[in-house]
């Protein structure tokens, strides 16, 4: 583990105070918002909180992004090589090593196996300062770091760093999408290569080799596909997945639909077992809205009911359709697929508060009353109970999206949704 970049300035708003709030933007916002009058069926969601991280902030190691461009070579502004590791692109979020904190880990680095062979995979501590209606900086501090990696030689084919004592994985090797928090402090990763579902102690330390998902599906990019056609399209592998309340059982979603299936907003959702550390042999099925959409994260309030994130490929003002949904394993229509209550309307969020301004940046979008998500890839979502979700973008960098001119900042923020079930 890393030393940190910084230490901590100051602490978040008091937790009743930011209820209190968030109650009182709830019930201004009652009577507009793009879904109709807010009725005791369908409470409206406020975003009570906004925080973003720079995107160029880095942290120790060696230079990344040498094959991103053939020499040295400027993409929508940002010149590579990188001087460092980036800090970015965030996948996922789980709770850190305290209150207020989280831990955060980015995706393979630039978007690519070949380009990513550089970028190390990790999961940072972050601290975001929310601003909110009571105040906050708006800040991300960024703490200590873990390194995955493959010490014992499990993963089961030659990684980027083969032959070096350390064996740290990288963007060439894996792409971590999906993170959980085991009982005992262990970590799982859903990754798109294989698709696999991986297991790290909590430094960072693969535990077992890849478990590979039921049914044979591998992606272009499985190292053991040995001439074969792939059976899922690139970068549509696990890219969400949750684990149960008593962290007995994971769910992980596959992004897109197989390349076998004829119903194209289809997907699948496996589960697995933590105890006996196997797929079960269930198998549940997701119907996107759209047949271009995409499963984006799933996280668990208890050992049924998960939030769910779907988006369609968008960015900036293009990007249309982002939403979060509850869903209930137990809960099927007749066809067969889990029933979905709509919880947040990521593209048009309640800021009757205006945390969302000021702008960062002259000429960002998006922001005001109503919010709207504008990354591309929103792929992180968080429960922290009395009704808030955290919810964290992928900034891809250097895509924009918050603003057409500059490469987007990694954004973190915080919605409020009465009636959204208690986490336990």
């Not at 994985?169 to 262990?186: A, F, K, M, N």
């Not at 294989?194 to 590979?212: E, K, N």
């Not at 895509?399 to 973190?412: A, I, Q, T």
Request: with cysteine; net charge neutral; aromatic share 8%.
């Amino acid at each position: 583990m890393s030393a940190g970049l910084s230490t901590w300035h100051r602490r978040l708003a008091p937790t009743a105070k930011i209820l209190l709030l968030s109650a009182l933007a709830a019930a201004a916002a009652a009577t507009t918002g793009p879904a109709g009058p807010a009725t005791a069926a369908t409470p409206q969601p406020t975003l009570v909180g906004r925080a973003v991280l720079p995107v160029d902030t880095f942290a120790e190691g060696p230079a990344a992004g040498n094959f991103v461009v053939p020499g040295p070579g400027t993409v929508n502004g940002v010149t590579f090589p990188l001087r460092s590791q980036p800090v970015q692109g965030f996948s996922a979020l789980i709770a850190g090593r305290g209150r207020g904190e989280y831990l955060a880990m980015p995706d393979n680095g630039f978007g690519g196996k070949a380009n990513s062979r550089d970028f190390l995979i990790r999961a940072y501590y972050v601290r975001p300062h929310f601003k909110t209606a009571a105040g906050g900086t708006g800040a991300v501090q960024v703490g200590p770091f873990i390194s995955f990696r493959d010490p014992h030689h499990l993963i089961g084919f030659p990684i980027v760093n083969e032959g070096t004592p350390g064996r740290l994985l990288t963007g060439g090797d894996i792409d971590p999408e999906s993170l959980q928090r085991g009982h005992h402090g262990d970590l799982w990763v859903g990754d798109e290569f294989g698709p696999w579902i991986l297991h790290f102690d909590r430094s960072g330390v693969l535990l077992d080799p890849p478990f590979a998902l039921p049914g044979g599906l591998m992606s272009p990019n499985n190292p053991f596909l040995n001439g074969q056609p792939s059976t899922q399209p690139n970068s549509r592998g696990l890219e969400g997945m949750a684990i149960t309340a008593n962290h007995k059982f994971l769910y992980a979603g596959l992004e897109g639909a197989t390349v076998a299936d004829t119903d194209t907003s289809r997907r699948y959702v496996f589960e697995f077992s933590t105890r006996s550390r196997a797929f079960t042999g269930r198998v549940l099925q997701y119907r996107t809205e759209a047949a271009g959409n995409l499963v984006s994260d799933m996280s668990a309030l208890d050992n049924n009911r998960l939030v769910v994130l779907e988006r369609d490929a968008g960015s900036g003002l293009n990007a249309l359709f982002r939403r979060a949904y509850l869903i209930d394993l137990r809960s099927t229509d007749p066809a067969g697929f889990l029933k979905k209550t709509l919880l947040v309307d990521l593209a048009s969020i309640p800021d009757p508060g205006l945390v969302s301004l000021p702008a960062i940046h002259p000429g960002d979008v998006g922001l005001g009353n109503p919010f709207r998500v504008t990354c591309e890839s929103v792929e992180a979502v968080h429960p922290i109970g009395d009704g808030r979700l955290v919810i964290g973008c992928d900034n891809n960098f250097p895509n924009s999206g918050r603003n057409p001119g500059l490469p987007d900042d990694n954004e973190f923020i915080v919605v409020a949704r009465r009636g959204l079930p208690c986490k336990g």
